[in-house]
Each structure stands twice: as structure tokens, then as C-alpha cells.
């Protein structure tokens, strides 16, 4: 069984002069998070009083502590030049905050900077306020003072790798966050993600059993593997014939060819994905995600005017919000449990997929989440593309689920289902990797568990290839009713 995950909050506690230290604060947790957190079976999210909701019932950072600070597990307080403003229990929020903590005995990060900040823009009141806090609490505890934003980032990093660890040692268990008193956006939903297509699913086991019954059938048509059990599916025949010699040597290279793709798109998304806040905002949008995904890049340099509509959105959007969701999609990642049995949609483990926060309107659809998912994990999660899906309805017995009719001025044509839920792909996609497993090492053709669905995705663009012209037949407008 896996061990549950837990989830630690770090609280920031700072007045509105701490900016950039705010960055290097969610940096190094991120860091910390994909170094040690995944190992020990651990996660550290950070917060500070910008995500509280509005509420009047009580001063506003009585609502700081309810909401949020008290469902902290550990604290990091910083001062520059501005103290804050009073909040009728201490001189600022900061400063309440921090003793709060003190008096919680939560783990405190105390931290003063002796950056330089030009005279002018220094209110000497507020720093006298800092001066004096400083003074008064030298001899309850250590704090540390920086002089950049380098010298920060290398005492952060120390600091959170010792004070996690005596967390862990310690084991103290997460503060229990009340999730009644306010919504929780960034927990995984609990509904499942909609169609919005209309499109009606069969029963599992009716796409199953076809997967299985035309699995052997597209060995032959695409790699021309005749296996020696007989099958028959509508009028095509396998027959019990020995395979040929030279079509296994052949699926042999085409095996090692997947395996070649695999390992390059998924090495070079990690090393551009590593640290996604070393990019700044609108070059993480223009060059990295426009560029390097696929989903992204095809629909931005498509001529196809059915496109325009995508290209402004894209365009349109601030920078931020996509290297927000597609941070959100990378933590989908570190907090996902490996050890499952996938017996059907439900046990796929995708629960933990929020679409609120993974998923961006007009911009970044399912398909772009998944391959962002599939190229930094292709163990666990497949690549949902209109190939793919296309893939899926012929082997699948053309199952209607797996495509939506469009009518457009007197017209209707038949495209991939853009909106297929991701929970039953996978799924579909995980029977798939059995199949393939199976009958490959029948052949002696041993398949890499870390490249399991990047296997299956590149199967079935092979059948979509080889059912291309019917496919553009299909995605062609026609008059209804012809």
C-alpha cells in the first residue's frame, strides 16, 4: 500500500514591500517539493493573507488568522523597510502574525533585509517600528539577516531543508485545514470532470471487450503480425499462420523507434519544466509553451481559420495565468500516488485532477493538460490528442463516444471528441498497455513500464494513420441529410 501523503502549509508573513523574496519563497518550496518532498512522501504549499475570501463579520486579520494562518504548520516572516498597518492587537499584520506563531509555538523562519532602498523612498517611522521589533526580539530566538536576493535564496534553502526535516523526524502531523468555512481551490474537486460535448458513453466492458478482440486484428494491419489464435471480426480473418521473421525484426525497430521519441520529448519538457519560474512570465508563454508543446505550437501556426478564435484567446490571456495552471499541472505530478490497480475510470486515481486550477478557458483545454502530464510522466498519464482519440474510435468498433457531429450554415461534418473525459482515456489506454504487453512478449519484445503510455499513444496514431483518408472524409462538411 502507498503511504499517504502529507501536506504541510507555509505561511509568508510579510508587509507589501517583499516582493521578489515572495518568488524565491514558492521557488524553493517547489524545489524542495520535486528534491525531497516526493521521496518523503511529502508536500509543502505555501500561502499568505492574498488568498483569504472576503468576509465583515470580524476585523479583517481576525479573518486572516480563521481562514488561513491557523491552519498553518509553519511560518516564515520578513521585514525590509515597512512594518504595516496596525491591526488593533499589534503594530501590523506582520507583527501579529509572527507573534501568533510565537505563542503557537508553530516552527518560525524570522528573517530581516539590509537590502539597499534608496532614503527617499524609506518611511522612517515604519523603519524605526522594524528597528525596534528587531531589538525586541533578539533574545527570544534566532533570526537571520540578508543582504540580496542570492544571499536569501542560499539561507532559504538551508533553513527549509532543516526545518522540514525536523518536522518529519518529529512527526507532527499536518494542521487539519477547515475546509467547511471556505473553498478550497486548490484541492482536487470531488465531481467528476463534465463533457460538455453531450456525447454518450458506453458501458466499460463493451469498449473493453473490443479493444481485446481488435487489438490482434491492427497488429496485423499495421505491422503485419499474424498471431496463431484465430479471430473473427466482421470480415476480417487472422489466420493461425507463423509469423514472419522479418516483420518481428521489424516491430523490434519500430519498439525502439517509440522508445527513442519517448525518452527525447519527455527529457527535454523536464529540463525546460525543472524550474518554471526561472522564466519570466511572457517567455514562458511566447517560447516555452508556444513552442515546445505540440497541442500549443499546432493550433498557433495552423492557417485553418476555425483556429482564429483559439489564436486570440491565446494571445489575449496574461502570462501569469498560463504559467499558473501549467504550475498547478506540474504539482499534479509530485502529488500523485504511482501504486494503484486501474480496475476502471474511477480507480485511475485522477481525482486529483482540479479544473479549476489545471485547466484554463479557451487556452488550456484536456488535451494540452494531458501533454504536459504525459511528456513529465508517461508512467502514469496518456497524451489525449485528436489522434489519439481517433485512434480510439476505430479500434474501439468506431464507438460514438469517441466523436461529436458539428453543423455549421446547412452543413455537418464528424470530429474527435476534444472534450472526452480524461479518466475513461486512461483507462482505455491502460487496457491498451496490457494488450500490448501481453502479445508482445509472446514475440519476445520486452516494453519499458516507465514509457507505458507513450507507447500506446504512438499505437494508436498508427491506426490513425492508417485511416487518414477516411478520417478527412469524415472531418469534411457535407450538406445534412446527405
Not at 520578513?78 to 512594518?83: E, I, V, Y
Not at 522479418?246 to 523507434?257: A, G, N, Q, R, S
Not at 483545454?365 to 489519439?388: A, C, Q, W, Y
Amino acid at each position: 500500500m502507498p503511504k499517504e501523503l502529507k501536506n504541510y502549509t507555509l505561511f509568508i508573513a510579510c508587509p507589501g514591500d517583499i516582493i521578489s523574496e515572495k518568488e524565491i519563497i514558492k521557488k524553493l518550496v517547489a524545489e524542495w517539493n520535486k528534491l525531497q518532498g516526493r521521496f518523503k512522501q511529502v508536500r509543502v504549499e505555501t500561502t499568505d493573507w492574498t488568498e483569504v475570501f472576503p468576509e465583515f463579520y470580524d476585523r479583517p486579520q481576525a479573518i486572516i488568522n480563521e481562514q488561513i494562518f491557523d491552519n498553518s504548520d509553519l511560518v516564515i516572516g520578513l521585514f525590509w523597510t515597512k512594518f504595516g498597518s496596525p491591526t488593533g492587537v499589534a503594530d501590523s499584520g506582520t507583527e501579529e502574525e509572527i507573534l501568533r506563531a510565537i505563542n503557537q509555538r508553530k516552527p518560525l523562519m524570522l528573517y530581516f533585509s539590509d537590502a539597499h532602498q534608496a532614503p527617499s523612498k524609506i518611511d522612517s517611522s515604519e523603519y524605526e517600528k522594524i528597528k525596534k521589533f528587531r531589538s525586541k526580539h533578539n533574545d527570544s530566538g534566532l533570526y537571520k539577516v540578508f543582504n540580496s536576493d542570492t544571499d536569501f535564496e542560499n539561507k532559504f534553502r538551508n533553513d527549509l531543508s532543516g526545518v522540514m526535516n525536523k518536522l518529519i523526524q518529529m512527526g507532527a502531523a499536518p494542521a487539519k485545514v477547515k475546509t467547511a468555512d471556505k473553498k478550497n481551490d486548490s484541492a482536487p474537486i470531488t465531481a467528476k470532470e463534465k463533457d460538455e460535448t453531450g456525447a454518450t458513453y458506453k458501458p466499460c466492458k463493451e469498449i473493453e471487450q473490443s479493444l481485446r478482440n481488435n487489438f490482434p486484428i491492427y497488429l496485423k494491419k499495421l505491422y503485419g503480425i499474424i498471431e496463431p489464435k484465430s479471430a473473427l471480426t466482421g470480415a476480417i480473418r487472422i489466420s493461425s499462420a507463423t509469423n514472419n521473421k522479418e516483420e518481428l525484426k521489424k516491430l523490434k525497430e519500430t519498439v525502439k523507434d517509440w522508445e527513442k521519441k519517448i525518452q527525447s520529448y519527455t527529457t527535454d519538457l523536464v529540463l525546460l519544466f525543472d524550474n518554471v519560474d526561472k522564466f519570466p512570465d511572457d517567455e514562458f508563454k511566447y517560447q516555452i509553451v508556444a513552442k515546445e508543446l505540440w497541442t500549443v505550437n499546432g493550433a498557433l501556426t495552423n492557417m485553418d481559420a476555425e483556429l482564429a478564435r483559439y489564436k486570440a484567446a491565446y494571445n489575449s490571456i496574461e502570462a501569469y495565468k498560463i504559467k499558473d495552471t501549467v504550475k498547478n499541472i506540474i504539482a499534479i505530478i509530485d502529488n500523485f500516488k504511482t501504486s494503484r490497480s486501474i480496475t476502471g475510470p474511477s480507480t485511475t486515481g485522477l481525482e486529483i485532477l482540479s479544473q479549476s486550477q489545471t485547466l484554463l478557458t479557451n487556452v488550456i483545454g484536456k488535451g494540452i493538460r494531458s501533454e504536459v502530464l504525459h511528456k513529465l510522466d508517461p508512467l502514469n498519464f496518456p497524451l489525449m490528442t485528436r489522434r489519439s482519440i481517433w485512434g480510439l474510435f476505430f479500434i474501439s468498433n468506431e464507438s460514438d463516444e469517441f466523436v461529436v457531429d458539428q453543423s455549421k450554415d446547412g452543413l455537418r461534418r464528424t470530429v474527435h471528441n476534444w472534450d472526452y473525459l480524461y479518466d475513461y482515456f486512461t483507462y482505455y489506454n491502460h487496457i491498451i498497455f496490457l494488450l500490448m504487453k501481453e502479445y508482445f512478449s509472446n514475440h519476445k519484445i520486452k516494453l519499458k513500464e516507465e514509457y507505458k503510455f507513450g507507447y500506446v499513444n504512438l499505437f494508436l496514431v498508427d491506426i490513425y494513420q492508417s485511416h487518414s483518408k477516411e478520417i478527412e472524409g469524415l472531418r469534411k462538411y457535407k450538406n445534412i441529410g446527405v
